[in-house]
């Protein structure tokens, strides 16, 4: 199917594309808000700001996709959708169910994904520069490797999340929950940890130069080495 006839389909009210197969379709600025494409195929698709509010995404491919500057908010179900590779630099994904999704290797530089829930969510080794996750629901995602400079992810439910060799540095963690967990060697450089909960966690080797610390707790933290304040 090509985006003529997406387009045209969708003018005359259909909104199920279950599967559809638009690889390397061209649909920048398109407005589809409602469409269903569960498992469709999208792989290399344009869709620079689209409109896809309230879309069901639900298991689609979205390999190399580019969506810079798309509206994917409003309610989107976006159910382990596959984003690797894909450009969602400026997105706006905000209150989106993304549960399960994969967004390995992906450009996330100031995307919206506040209040979005982001369970088991993949961003290995993805930029997310400037995202803001505040509020988001990131339980037992996966940030390995992931370059979260001046992210903001004040009041996100970071539980079981995993962030090894993560970059967090000038990162907003105002209020977070990181207790116990193993933070050795991470920058959190310039990092604003006010009311954060550091307890018990290990910050051995951690660069915390610049940090902002008012309220934290960081009862039984391990501080050895060369980690500076």
């Known amino acids: 199917m090509d985006a003529e006839e997406l387009l045209e389909r969708y003018a005359k009210g259909e909104r ?33 700001e689209a409109n896809l509010t309230k879309a069901t995404l ?52 100031e995307a919206i994904l506040s209040d979005a829930q982001l369970a088991g969510v993949k961003f290995i080794e993805a930029s997310l520069i400037e995202v803001c996750l505040s ?6 995602a996966n940030l390995t490797q992931a370059n979260l400079t001046e992210a903001d992810l004040s009041r996100a439910d970071i539980t079981s999340i995993k962030i090894k060799d993560t970059n967090l540095q000038g990162a907003k963690l105002r209020g977070v929950n990181l207790s116990s967990y193993d ?20 910050l051995r080797n951690a660069c915390l130069r610049g940090a902002i610390l008012e309220r934290t707790g960081l009862q039984g933290a391990n501080l050895t080495s060369r980690m500076q304040t």
């Open 16 to 48: 199920q594309f279950h599967s559809a197969m638009l690889r390397g379709v061209d649909l920048k600025g398109a407005d589809l808000s409602g469409i269903d494409l569960s498992s469709a195929n999208l792989t290399a698709a344009e869709l620079n």
């Open 58 to 109: 639900n298991s689609t491919n979205l390999t190399k996709a580019s969506l810079k500057g798309a509206n994917l908010s409003g309610l989107v179900q976006a159910q382990s959708a596959n984003f690797t590779d894909a450009d969602l630099c400026g997105a706006n994904l905000s209150k989106a169910n993304l549960n399960y999704a994969n967004f390995s290797n992906a450009n996330l530089n």
């Open 135 to 140: 509020r988001a629901k990131l339980n037992s």
């Open 183 to 202: 933070l050795s060697g991470i920058n959190l450089a310039k990092a604003d940890l006010a009311g954060a909960e550091l307890i018990k966690v290990n």
